[in-house]
């Protein structure tokens, strides 16, 4: 029976499905969908949208984790780009605030790299410079204001729809599609996983180790710029001060949640989407259930604990019960 | 000696760095600043002494300064509202805290979790905990409070050693000893080189993993303490984001994030050293909230660029030992 | 002689701290003082290690933008041993410490929340209203007061209740998403009849989301909301928003008249000089309110 | 010796991972003071049976009784609290730790809970003394060469080895004077009563050290017989099953040395500190062996001549042009292959299959814009899956399940994949069994018949007189002799080896 279902990815879409029901317990109309000047409305599509900034962070993410690092300061870049973005939206046409907030967002995951491939640095701390520094470069361009913009095209980027699916859903599903081809349509998937596996023997085989772990610190980064731009399309403006604020760890958390070991090697990227997915899911569930605020944390450490449990090698997931319950009988 | 070099390259940056601070601001030179450095950084000290075990035995500990935040919290209602004995209510809290490590390490290893993952479990739970204790500050009035803040032993030039400075020393020379001289600190360095190989050799991982955590989450139940006699009060959102603090102070005192390798002192020192860097953007006092944050990067950088630099420049080329003599 | 004073802020965590930062820049300025600004960014352990090394640095006085209400006493009684006055702004300390300090120049965030609810009371009338409100950041004494003092006001009228209340976070983020979960949650909307956040921010982010449900604010919802920044402005001139509870960002300036008067003529300032709290409503000229607010560094 | 009680006794012992059934009911006696030789193909089981053995797998059925009682040692700590030392093939000791640590760990000399750090180094001193080893032992063990890690795990074992001293492939990267001392000191505990199982590669070793074998094939047991009343040939044939044209040392026919171009060369070329400038040609179709003690410099030289270390002087030509040789990318585009001798660290990515372990330089040299083609993948896998018999054949197994000798044939495929001009192994034979070695050596001579040039480091010096074509001795990381042709024979590279201590050469042959 368990050939009929995916050998990896069956814990998450477990652990979602039962998310989801628990969620549908808390709030009867959970699943309700309607359509609203054009767009799908309910708290599904809630799931969706505000699971889109940490799903573009563990798109990047995951790729920094496979090569056995790990990228602290996605959440300082989200905050750098918004604060470009909504300081140019008003007075430069989108594609120009586009390139210069993305921009930003390369040249901090250029930096991250550099410190990490090539000055050798341990990438927690060396990122963890950027993180410190990073928001600071944000409340720099907007001298700690609410920088709020009114540029149609960078709010429709927020809060417009594409076939009745909010653009950030639709961007972050473009994003995983195009990551998707760029890994696994080139060899740079297979070379990451070489790389994360063991970078010695990679090196030695002829990867070039530190192009990879450059490229993938970029790629984290412009994501994170990516998420960046939409969380500040999404409120109309940029608050350095708190954009995307301790989402590192919810990246992170998503990336593991996934599967992907945070000693590198072998990833999934639509199963890191999917941890993105599980976390929202859940925070938008604790929002539902009407709990006072103080249960928020608690309730998230249990379900990360549960959902962990769920894929641990030791009881290596629902396959790992199933083979269990068998032997029991005889 | 295991480490020392690098040990002693730290030192010297955090000499040079100290001498520099000191040309621009000559007040910095005094003993008044450096009890002041003990103290302000003593918490830290002693979760970063924890940290330094964990991050050597190939782990990460996140909950760190959610245990430090409970920590107060229970400290506080217990004295406070329960009516406890602040000793009995230390006691408590150590036994909680220590409980609460173990089972990080207990879920750590029989289901082999990252580290990371569990112990961000552990710091959304603790951080939870103490909400639901109190999501008020809870101020300390206890006798035992004002007499253990207010005892300093005086330094010539009118610097203060305090007791919780004093206590942070303690526990430092404590761990370094524990690290450098005990079985225990040996099996610590095994499981940072290799879990599966330390396993092989007969070291019984799953006890050690357990205890490393426990003592991880003592020692932040201590520095919850002494944060607790600091602020003499209890605050559920206390010391947050103090594991990223101490990582960095961990790492920057020469541990290796991979494991395997590190000191005790190396992570005193650079606990001094990010306290250096505070105190510097402090005399200053004219860096903005964004410039402060941007200032904190380029010097943390520049003490890593500086000490990574010198660590190069250490390691000349050892021809390595020739094979068996004959 | 010139006064040199060391100022232990916060951190610069809403628009509204930034624009205190600044007013109390431009005070200083105005006023001739040397204001030394460290930022705590946020940690209660910061601010000690500023106020010693304030107290190091020998200043004439010291203001304090307290993180949390406690824990200040060791510091404090050092500061006074170093005979430098400490003035708290914004935000008051546990009563234990009150002969540690000179005076404090706040607002009554308890009050704050009073205001908001009597205002709320007031407009809906006798009519049965669901209020649903977005807290700050769960611990933060700010988030409790204000809790506190709306509950308080509203407590008086049966037909007002609090039918949801989560943490926002003090965020435009945050307000939003949680707003977006409220409006599912009750009825797409419809069973929603006043929004009440503790801070504007969290209120813009509400007002959005309103909007992309197809809602009024203003209208169909009531909105009122606590510290005055510039942004709620431009809502209410647009109709979205109703009402807020002003939190002026100058502190310092009083702060900065009662040291002065302290060294000069060894004046004893009264313990507390509270700053107004005005309710602000779409008829008090929001657009001006706006132009005023605007250029504060909000 | 013969009637001697049985000590360990494993009685239908049983293990699988997965599909893979590595032990199906396999008994083996080992009895106290013998020294008994556990034999078998790359990936028969052995190294399965020894971790069940000491409860580092659990096992799935079969018993285990030490000295007459049952015993389930569920730790590697509970095997040795039961009194059975072992050393494991792969895993050593930690890189990390001092020597003595290493030797002593969890059971330092200690007063006061502290431990007796002098005291552990005297006595991590002595133990080492007795293997003729003179090293600082307060050194991190990771700064010495693998032998002396090697040593260093044995002497640890053979310390603690109370009743069973269990030895997996421990002369794989020891020479033959430390291989005398190891035999040595094994015959000392065998006779104080201590039983022995002896795994290896080496027949020669087998028969010189062993009272008893026991062969394992694809996970049964085939047989336990007397070592001395078992020919050669027919331990071969049960071990694979089949029959082997053993292989002979003789060299093969000399071949023209004039018609071959020189496909590499290297003037002067050195690294201070490293290796000292040394001149070498390296032509096709034809082998160059390395040959020289433990430490003399081969890997060094090897890692040169790939580019893995960059020179600081001296001239690399390839197919007469100069070129710079800075990182291991600039060798494999020059057509380099190189096969490291530490195939965990520097050689397999364990997580990965086997065919993407096999594709992994080919795929590095074509670069990130051209990917092969999952179905090219696939066939380049299954051809070299057959063609050097990698067992189980299976490509999508993650190389890190395989056996030893399995994981090294991987690697030879890895770089056969990339049609390299010259390829350069470093031990290629470590930890091969006897089939595959023959296979091996066979290929070399094919591969070189192909026009492929060849650098070999092998410290069977019976192997690399059977296909070197040259031999370049090295002494205290110096080029210091070259033997061609005729010249090439086991005495004169032992000579060459030990020019200023014959005496020493010569005893180490006997
Ligand atoms: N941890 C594991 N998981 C899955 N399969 C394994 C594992 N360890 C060994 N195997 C498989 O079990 C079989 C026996 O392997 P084992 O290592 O015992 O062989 P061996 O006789 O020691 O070979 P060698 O001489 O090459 O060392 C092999 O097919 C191998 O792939
Ligand atoms: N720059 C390097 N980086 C990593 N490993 C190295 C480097 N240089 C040498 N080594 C490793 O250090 C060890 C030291 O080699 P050693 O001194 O034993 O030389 P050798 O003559 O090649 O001996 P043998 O091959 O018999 O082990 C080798 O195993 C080699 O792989
Ligand atoms: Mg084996
Ligand atoms: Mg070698």
Same mark, same amino acid.
């Given at each position: 029976?368990?050939a009929l279902?995916?050998?990896r990815?069956l814990?998450q879409?477990?652990a979602? +499905?039962?998310?989801?029901?628990?969620?549908r317990v808390v709030s009867?109309?959970f699943?309700d969908?309607r359509?609203?000047?054009?767009?799908l409305?309910?708290?599904?599509?809630d799931?969706?949208?505000?699971g889109?900034?940490?799903a573009?962070?563990?798109?990047?993410m995951?790729?920094?984790?496979a090569?056995?690092g790990?990228?602290?300061s996605v959440?300082?870049?989200?905050?750098i780009?918004g604060?470009?973005a909504a300081?140019?939206?008003?007075?430069?046409?989108l594609?120009?605030?586009l390139a210069?907030s993305l921009?930003a967002?390369l040249v901090?995951?250029?930096?991250n790299?550099?410190?990490?491939?090539?000055l050798?640095?341990?990438?927690?701390?060396a990122?963890?410079?950027?993180m410190?520094?990073?928001?600071?470069?944000?409340?720099? +361009?907007?001298?700690?204001?609410?920088v709020?913009?009114?540029s149609?095209?960078l709010?429709?980027?927020?809060?417009?729809?594409?076939l009745?699916?909010?653009?950030p859903?639709?961007?972050?599903?473009?994003?995983l599609?195009l990551?998707?081809?760029?890994?696994?349509?080139?060899?740079l998937?297979?070379?990451?996983?070489?790389?994360?596996?063991?970078a010695r023997?990679?090196?030695?085989?002829?990867?070039?180790?530190?192009?990879? +772990?450059?490229?993938?610190?970029?790629w984290?980064?412009?994501c994170?710029?990516?998420?960046?731009?939409i969380a500040?399309?999404d409120?109309?403006?940029?608050d350095?001060?708190n954009?995307?604020?301790?989402?590192e760890?919810d990246?992170?958390?998503?990336?593991?949640?996934?599967?992907t070991?945070l000693?590198?090697?072998?990833?999934?990227?639509v199963?890191?989407v999917?941890g993105?997915l599980i976390i929202?899911?859940m925070?938008t569930?604790?929002?539902?259930?009407?709990y006072p605020?103080?249960?928020?944390?608690?309730?998230?450490?249990v379900?990360?604990?549960a959902?962990?449990?769920?894929?641990s090698?030791?009881?290596?997931?629902f396959?790992?019960?199933?083979?269990r319950l068998?032997?029991a009988?005889p | 000696?295991?480490?020392?070099?690098?040990v002693l390259i730290?030192?010297?940056?955090l000499v040079?760095?100290?001498?520099?601070?000191?040309?621009q601001f000559?007040?910095?030179?005094?003993?008044?600043?450096?009890?002041?450095l003990l103290?302000?950084n003593?918490f830290?000290?002693?979760?970063?002494?924890?940290?330094t075990f964990v991050i050597?035995?190939?782990?990460?500990?996140?909950s760190?300064?959610s245990?430090?935040? $409970?920590t107060?919290v229970?400290?506080?209602?217990?004295?406070?509202?329960?009516?406890v004995?602040p000793?009995?209510a230390f006691v408590?809290?150590?036994? /909680?805290?220590?409980a609460?490590g173990?089972?990080m390490g207990?879920?750590i290893?029989?289901?082999?979790?990252?580290? $990371? #993952?569990v112990?961000?479990a552990g710091?959304?739970l603790a951080?939870?905990a103490?909400?639901?204790?109190s999501?008020?500050s809870v101020p300390i009035t206890?006798?035992v409070?004002?007499?253990?803040?207010d005892?300093?032993? !005086?330094?010539?030039g009118?610097?203060?050693?305090?007791? #919780?400075a004093?206590?942070?020393?303690?526990?430092?020379?404590?761990?370094?000893?524990?690290?450098?001289?005990?079985?225990f600190g040996?099996?610590?360095?095994?499981?940072?080189?290799s879990?599966?190989?330390?396993s092989?050799m007969?070291v019984?991982?799953?006890?050690?993993?357990?205890?490393?955590?426990?003592l991880?989450?003592?020692?932040?139940?201590?520095?919850g303490i002494v944060f607790?006699?600091?602020?003499?009060?209890?605050?559920?959102?206390?010391a947050?984001?103090?594991?990223?603090?101490?990582?960095a102070?961990?790492?920057?005192?020469?541990?290796?994030?991979?494991g395997?390798?590190?000191?005790?002192?190396?992570?005193?020192?650079g606990v /001094?050293?990010?306290?250096?860097?505070q105190?510097?953007?402090n005399?200053?006092?004219?860096?903005?909230?964004w410039?402060t944050?941007?200032a904190?990067?380029?010097l943390?950088?520049a003490? #890593?660029?500086?000490?990574?630099?010198?660590?190069?420049?250490? !390691?000349?080329?050892?021809a390595k030992?020739?094979?068996?003599?004959? | 002689a010139?006064?040199?004073?060391?100022?232990?802020?916060?951190?610069s965590?809403?628009?509204w701290?930034a624009a205190?930062?600044?007013?109390?820049?431009q005070?200083?300025a105005?006023?001739?003082?040397?204001?030394?600004i460290?930022?705590a960014?946020q940690k209660?352990?910061?601010q000690?290690?500023a106020?010693r090394?304030?107290?190091?640095?020998?200043?004439?006085?010291?203001? &304090?933008?307290?993180?949390?209400?406690t824990?200040?006493?060791?510091?404090?009684k050092?500061?006074?041993?170093?005979?430098?006055?400490?003035v &708290?702004?914004d935000?008051?300390i546990?009563p234990?410490g009150k002969?540690l300090? &000179?005076?404090?120049v706040?607002?009554?965030?308890?009050?704050e929340?009073?205001?908001?609810?009597?205002? &709320?009371?007031k407009?809906v009338?006798?009519?049965?209203?669901n209020?649903v409100?977005?807290?700050?950041t769960?611990?933060?004494?700010?988030?409790?007061n204000?809790k506190?003092g709306?509950?308080?006001?509203?407590a008086?009228?049966?037909n *007002?209740?609090?039918v949801?209340?989560?943490t926002g976070?003090?965020t435009r983020?945050?307000?939003k998403?949680?707003?977006?979960s409220?409006?599912k949650?009750e009825?797409?909307?419809?069973?929603i009849c006043?929004v009440?956040a503790?801070?504007?921010?969290?209120?813009?982010?509400?007002?959005q989301?309103?909007?992309?449900?197809?809602?009024k604010?203003g209208k169909?919802i *009531?909105?009122v909301?606590?510290?005055a920044?510039?942004?709620?402005f431009?809502a209410?001139?647009?109709?979205?928003a109703?009402?807020t509870v002003?939190l002026t960002?100058?502190?310092?300036?009083?702060?900065?008249?009662a040291v002065a008067?302290?060294?000069?003529?060894?004046?004893?300032?009264p313990?507390?000089i509270?700053?107004?709290s005005? *309710?602000?409503t779409?008829?008090d000229?929001?657009?001006?309110?706006?132009d005023?607010?605007?250029?504060l560094?909000? | 010796?013969?009637n001697?009680?049985s000590?360990?006794?494993v009685?239908?012992?049983?293990?699988s991972?997965?599909?893979?059934r590595?032990?199906?009911?396999?008994d083996?006696?080992?009895?106290?003071?013998e020294?008994?030789?556990?034999?078998?193909?790359?990936g028969a089981?052995?190294?399965?049976l020894?971790?069940?053995?000491?409860?580092v797998?659990p096992?799935?059925?079969?018993?285990?009784?030490?000295g007459g009682?049952e015993v389930?040692?569920?730790s590697?700590?509970a095997?040795?609290?039961a009194?059975?030392a072992?050393?494991?093939?792969?895993?050593?000791?930690?890189?990390n730790?001092?020597?003595a640590?290493?030797l002593?760990l969890?059971?330092?000399?200690m007063?006061?809970?502290?431990?007796r750090?002098g005291?552990?180094r005297r006595r991590?001193?002595a133990l080492?003394?007795?293997?003729?080893l003179?090293?600082?032992v307060?050194a991190?063990?990771?700064n010495?060469?693998?032998?002396i890690?090697?040593?260093?795990a044995?002497?640890?074992?053979v310390?603690?080895?109370?009743r069973?001293?269990?030895?997996?492939?421990?002369?794989?990267?020891?020479?033959r004077?430390?291989?005398?001392?190891?035999f040595?000191?094994?015959?000392?505990?065998?006779k104080r009563g201590?039983g022995?199982?002896?795994v290896?590669?080496?027949?020669d070793?087998?028969?010189?050290i062993s009272?008893?074998?026991?062969?394992l094939?694809?996970?049964?047991?085939?047989g336990?017989?007397?070592t001395a009343?078992?020919p050669r040939i027919?331990?071969?044939?049960m071990m694979?099953?089949?029959e082997?044209a053993?292989?002979t040392?003789?060299?093969?026919a000399?071949?023209e040395?004039?018609?071959?171009?020189?496909?590499?060369?290297?003037?002067n070329y050195?690294?201070?500190?490293y290796?000292?400038?040394?001149?070498?040609e390296?032509?096709h179709?034809?082998?160059v062996?390395?040959?020289?003690?433990?430490?003399?410099?081969?890997?060094?030289?090897?890692r040169?001549?790939f580019?893995a270390?960059r020179?600081?002087?001296?001239?690399?030509?390839?197919?007469?042009t100069?070129?710079?040789l800075?990182?291991?990318r =600039?060798g494999?585009?020059h057509?380099?292959g190189?096969?490291?001798e530490?195939r965990k660290t520097?050689?397999?990515?364990?997580?990965?299959?086997v065919?993407e372990n096999?594709?992994?330089?080919?795929?590095a040299k074509?670069?990130?814009?051209?990917?092969?083609?999952?179905?090219e993948?696939?066939e380049?896998?299954?051809?070299y899956v057959?063609?050097l =018999?990698i067992r189980?054949p299976?490509?999508?197994?993650p190389?890190?399940?395989?056996?030893?000798g399995n994981?090294q044939?991987?690697?030879l495929a890895?770089?056969?994949?990339?049609?390299p001009?010259l390829?350069?192994?470093?031990?290629?034979t470590?930890?091969?069994?006897?089939?595959?070695?023959?296979?091996?050596?066979?290929?070399?001579?094919e591969?070189?018949?192909?026009?492929?040039?060849?650098?070999v480091i092998?410290?069977e010096l019976?192997?690399?007189?059977?296909?070197? =074509?040259?031999?370049?001795?090295?002494?205290?990381?110096?080029?210091?002799?070259?033997l061609?042709g005729e010249?090439?024979?086991?005495?004169?590279?032992?000579?060459a080896?030990?020019?200023?201590s014959?005496?020493v050469a010569?005893?180490?042959?006997t």
């Amino acid at each position: 029976m368990t050939a009929l279902l995916p050998r990896r990815g069956l814990a998450q879409i477990l652990a979602l +499905i039962v998310i989801l029901a628990v969620d549908r317990v808390v709030s009867p109309q959970f699943f309700d969908l309607r359509l609203q000047d054009g767009r799908l409305f309910g708290s599904l599509i809630d799931v969706l949208n505000r699971g889109t900034p940490v799903a573009l962070l563990s798109l990047g993410m995951v790729l920094v984790i496979a090569t056995r690092g790990i990228d602290l300061s996605v959440g300082a870049v989200m905050a750098i780009s918004g604060a470009i973005a909504a300081s140019l939206a008003d007075s430069h046409g989108l594609p120009v605030v586009l390139a210069a907030s993305l921009g930003a967002g390369l040249v901090c995951g250029l930096w991250n790299g550099f410190l990490v491939a090539v000055l050798g640095m341990q990438p927690i701390v060396a990122t963890l410079i950027l993180m410190v520094a990073g928001r600071g470069i944000a409340q720099l +361009i907007t001298e700690g204001r609410i920088v709020t913009f009114a540029s149609p095209g960078l709010v429709w980027l927020g809060n417009g729809s594409i076939l009745g699916l909010p653009v950030p859903v639709a961007i972050a599903l473009g994003m995983l599609i195009l990551t998707g081809a760029v890994v696994r349509g080139s060899a740079l998937g297979l070379l990451i996983e070489a790389t994360g596996g063991n970078a010695r023997a990679s090196e030695l085989a002829g990867v070039g180790t530190r192009a990879m +772990i450059l490229s993938v610190y970029v790629w984290c980064g412009v994501c994170a710029a990516l998420a960046g731009v939409i969380a500040a399309a999404d409120i109309m403006g940029a608050d350095a001060n708190n954009a995307g604020l301790w989402l590192e760890l919810d990246a992170i958390l998503a990336v593991v949640i996934g599967g992907t070991s945070l000693f590198g090697g072998r990833f999934s990227l639509v199963l890191a989407v999917l941890g993105a997915l599980i976390i929202q899911t859940m925070n938008t569930g604790i929002l539902l259930s009407g709990y006072p605020p103080e249960f928020n944390l608690l309730v998230k450490a249990v379900v990360v604990m549960a959902v962990l449990l769920l894929q641990s090698p030791k009881l290596s997931g629902f396959a790992g019960i199933m083979a269990r319950l068998r032997r029991a009988k005889p | 000696m295991r480490g020392l070099p690098p040990v002693l390259i730290t030192a010297i940056v955090l000499v040079l760095g100290f001498a520099l601070c000191a040309v621009q601001f000559p007040n910095i030179a005094s003993t008044r600043v450096v009890g002041n450095l003990l103290t302000d950084n003593a918490f830290l000290g002693i979760v970063a002494v924890g940290m330094t075990f964990v991050i050597i035995s190939g782990g990460i500990d996140l909950s760190v300064g959610s245990v430090i935040g $409970f920590t107060t919290v229970f400290v506080a209602l217990a004295i406070e509202r329960w009516g406890v004995p602040p000793l009995v209510a230390f006691v408590l809290i150590l036994v /909680l805290s220590a409980a609460f490590g173990a089972a990080m390490g207990a879920v750590i290893h029989v289901f082999d979790l990252p580290p $990371f #993952i569990v112990t961000l479990a552990g710091m959304f739970l603790a951080r939870g905990a103490s909400f639901l204790l109190s999501t008020e500050s809870v101020p300390i009035t206890a006798p035992v409070y004002s007499t253990v803040s207010d005892f300093a032993l !005086r330094m010539p030039g009118g610097g203060r050693l305090t007791a #919780i400075a004093i206590i942070m020393l303690v526990i430092v020379i404590g761990g370094a000893l524990l690290l450098h001289l005990t079985r225990f600190g040996a099996n610590v360095y095994a499981l940072g080189g290799s879990r599966t190989t330390a396993s092989l050799m007969g070291v019984a991982v799953g006890k050690m993993t357990v205890k490393i955590y426990m003592l991880s989450s003592l020692l932040a139940g201590i520095a919850g303490i002494v944060f607790s006699f600091y602020t003499s009060a209890g605050y559920s959102l206390s010391a947050v984001g103090v594991e990223l603090d101490s990582i960095a102070a961990v790492v920057i005192g020469g541990t290796l994030l991979t494991g395997g390798q590190g000191s005790v002192i190396g992570t005193f020192l650079g606990v /001094l050293i990010q306290g250096m860097i505070q105190t510097y953007i402090n005399f200053d006092g004219t860096l903005s909230s964004w410039w402060t944050k941007i200032a904190t990067g380029v010097l943390l950088f520049a003490f #890593i660029a500086l000490q990574q630099g010198l660590v190069a420049l250490a !390691r000349r080329p050892v021809a390595k030992s020739a094979g068996a003599a004959t | 002689a010139e006064l040199t004073v060391g100022f232990s802020q916060i951190g610069s965590e809403s628009g509204w701290r930034a624009a205190e930062t600044s007013v109390s820049k431009q005070e200083a300025a105005k006023r001739k003082v040397n204001l030394k600004i460290a930022d705590a960014q946020q940690k209660q352990e910061n601010q000690i290690k500023a106020i010693r090394s304030f107290i190091a640095q020998n200043v004439d006085a010291i203001f &304090l933008a307290p993180v949390v209400s406690t824990g200040w006493d060791s510091v404090l009684k050092e500061a006074k041993e170093a005979k430098i006055p400490v003035v &708290l702004l914004d935000r008051d300390i546990d009563p234990s410490g009150k002969e540690l300090y &000179l005076t404090a120049v706040t607002s009554d965030s308890v009050h704050e929340g009073e205001v908001a609810g009597d205002w &709320l009371a007031k407009t809906v009338g006798a009519k049965a209203c669901n209020v649903v409100e977005l807290q700050g950041t769960v611990g933060a004494s700010v988030a409790a007061n204000r809790k506190k003092g709306f509950d308080t006001a509203i407590a008086k009228h049966a037909n *007002l209740k609090v039918v949801r209340s989560q943490t926002g976070d003090f965020t435009r983020a945050k307000g939003k998403e949680v707003m977006e979960s409220f409006i599912k949650a009750e009825g797409g909307g419809k069973n929603i009849c006043a929004v009440y956040a503790h801070n504007d921010d969290m209120m813009v982010g509400a007002i959005q989301a309103m909007k992309e449900a197809g809602l009024k604010p203003g209208k169909d919802i *009531l909105t009122v909301s606590i510290d005055a920044v510039p942004d709620i402005f431009k809502a209410m001139v647009a109709g979205e928003a109703n009402a807020t509870v002003e939190l002026t960002p100058n502190m310092a300036g009083p702060a900065l008249d009662a040291v002065a008067a302290f060294k000069e003529k060894g004046t004893v300032p009264p313990k507390w000089i509270q700053t107004e709290s005005r *309710l602000l409503t779409a008829t008090d000229n929001p657009q001006k309110e706006y132009d005023s607010k605007k250029g504060l560094g909000y | 010796m013969e009637n001697s009680a049985s000590l360990l006794e494993v009685r239908g012992i049983s293990k699988s991972f997965g599909a893979v059934r590595a032990l199906q009911e396999v008994d083996f006696t080992l009895r106290a003071g013998e020294i008994h030789a556990l034999l078998g193909e790359n990936g028969a089981g052995k190294s399965t049976l020894i971790k069940v053995v000491t409860g580092v797998f659990p096992r799935d059925a079969g018993i285990v009784r030490l000295g007459g009682d049952e015993v389930a040692p569920r730790s590697a700590k509970a095997a040795l609290q039961a009194g059975i030392a072992t050393v494991y093939q792969e895993v050593n000791l930690l890189p990390n730790l001092s020597v003595a640590q290493n030797l002593f760990l969890d059971r330092q000399p200690m007063r006061f809970g502290i431990v007796r750090e002098g005291e552990m180094r005297r006595r991590a001193k002595a133990l080492l003394a007795d293997f003729g080893l003179d090293i600082d032992v307060s050194a991190p063990l990771g700064n010495y060469s693998v032998a002396i890690q090697h040593v260093t795990a044995i002497a640890r074992a053979v310390d603690l080895s109370a009743r069973v001293l269990i030895l997996d492939e421990p002369t794989a990267s020891l020479d033959r004077h430390e291989v005398e001392i190891l035999f040595r000191i094994m015959r000392q505990l065998a006779k104080r009563g201590i039983g022995i199982v002896f795994v290896s590669h080496f027949l020669d070793q087998v028969y010189e050290i062993s009272d008893r074998i026991t062969v394992l094939r694809n996970g049964r047991l085939v047989g336990e017989r007397e070592t001395a009343s078992l020919p050669r040939i027919e331990l071969i044939r049960m071990m694979l099953g089949r029959e082997l044209a053993e292989t002979t040392s003789a060299r093969a026919a000399a071949r023209e040395h004039e018609s071959r171009k020189v496909c590499a060369s290297f003037e002067n070329y050195g690294k201070s500190g490293y290796v000292a400038p040394f001149n070498l040609e390296l032509r096709h179709r034809e082998v160059v062996g390395l040959a020289g003690l433990l430490g003399s410099g081969r890997t060094e030289t090897a890692r040169l001549v790939f580019g893995a270390e960059r020179a600081d002087r001296g001239q690399a030509r390839v197919e007469g042009t100069p070129v710079r040789l800075q990182s291991p990318r =600039d060798g494999v585009r020059h057509g380099f292959g190189y096969c490291p001798e530490e195939r965990k660290t520097d050689g397999i990515v364990a997580e990965l299959t086997v065919r993407e372990n096999i594709v992994l330089a080919l795929q590095a040299k074509r670069g990130l814009h051209r990917p092969l083609p999952r179905r090219e993948q696939d066939e380049i896998a299954r051809r070299y899956v057959r063609m050097l =018999d990698i067992r189980p054949p299976d490509p999508e197994r993650p190389v890190g399940l395989l056996s030893g000798g399995n994981q090294q044939k991987v690697l030879l495929a890895r770089w056969l994949a990339t049609s390299p001009r010259l390829l350069v192994l470093d031990e290629p034979t470590r930890g091969i069994d006897v089939g595959a070695h023959a296979e091996i050596i066979r290929l070399i001579r094919e591969l070189c018949d192909d026009g492929l040039a060849l650098l070999v480091i092998s410290s069977e010096l019976d192997e690399i007189v059977t296909y070197s =074509d040259r031999v370049v001795v090295l002494r205290d990381r110096a080029h210091v002799e070259e033997l061609a042709g005729e010249t090439i024979d086991v005495g004169n590279i032992l000579a060459a080896i030990a020019a200023d201590s014959v005496a020493v050469a010569l005893e180490a042959h006997t």
